[in-house]
């Protein structure tokens, strides 16, 4: 039987290209999905793609309306809430900490930090009624360190894992289980396309080559680690962090001298 049959997955950000892949595999695997997201066009097509146990809906991650409309169209849809994946973020233009203005600041950690926030909290309530559900945060390795002109974006995904462990905390009994991802540097547009503002992208900058797997990741290495995190294969994992980098917080490889 497929692992999700009879659950609802709502997934933030679900028209891009880690969040379209996870759609797409929670499908696949008997879910209903919820494809939360603000480009309207994309997140239609890719519920007609999927039939009759998809549906888009809206989502301004930012605002707590937004996310109040997003739950009940879940629950009116579909009976309940199961799965909430807070996959929706955005990176700033590259600039150091003094060359970055306030509105950068704020949109990145709106985006990236409140949107968790607000999830978690208009969420846990149908999670609640449901019996018990999961939440996955999909942050970064740049949670895990720091990276030169990216502070709003680094300070974002840190504080989403304070967040992601005491929303664990709070909600365990309740038979929540709250979980981070911090994918590397993944083959999606999000790393392919220049940020607003910004005239070049990560890719520009990012060879994988000098690490232990020297390949960028794709977004099916990211949605196979979230759809074990969001099973009952994972019941007793909740408040923790699963690094997907190919190596590279380990550092360059050491190459092997030839004769």
Request: charged share 15%; net charge negative; proline share 5%.
């Amino acid at each position: 039987m497929p692992r999700f049959d009879n659950q609802t997955v709502l997934v933030t950000g679900g028209t891009g290209g880690q969040g379209s892949s996870h759609v797409r595999a929670f499908h696949a695997e008997g879910a209903n999905v919820v494809i939360g997201g603000i480009d309207a066009r994309r997140g239609a097509a890719l519920a007609d793609e999927l039939g009759t146990r998809a549906r888009f809906t809206r989502l301004d991650v930012t605002d707590e309306n937004s996310w109040s409309a997003a739950v009940l169209a879940a629950e009116t849809a579909f009976g309940s809430l199961n799965v909430l994946v807070n996959n929706a973020g955005v990176q700033n233009p590259p600039a150091t900490i003094e060359e970055t203005d306030q509105a950068t600041w704020s949109r990145i950690l709106d985006v990236n930090l409140t949107g968790a926030f607000l999830g978690i909290k208009v969420a846990a309530p149908a999670l609640r009624r449901a019996g018990g559900g999961v939440v996955v945060n999909i942050a970064s390795i740049m949670g895990l360190g720091g990276t030169a002109h990216y502070a709003p974006y680094v300070a974002s995904k840190w504080a989403v894992r304070g967040l992601t462990r005491t929303a664990a905390v709070e909600l365990g009994r309740d038979r929540i289980r709250v979980n981070t991802i911090h994918p590397g540097v993944i083959s999606t547009p999000f790393i392919h396309e220049p940020a607003a503002g910004a005239s070049a992208a990560i890719a520009d900058y990012y060879s994988p080559e000098p690490f232990a797997i020297p390949r960028l990741g794709e977004p099916a290495d990211v949605t196979r680690l979230l759809l074990f995190l969001s099973s009952t294969d994972a019941s007793f994992i909740t408040g923790s962090e699963y690094v997907i980098d190919g190596g590279l917080l380990l550092g360059p490889a050491l190459q092997a001298e030839t004769a």
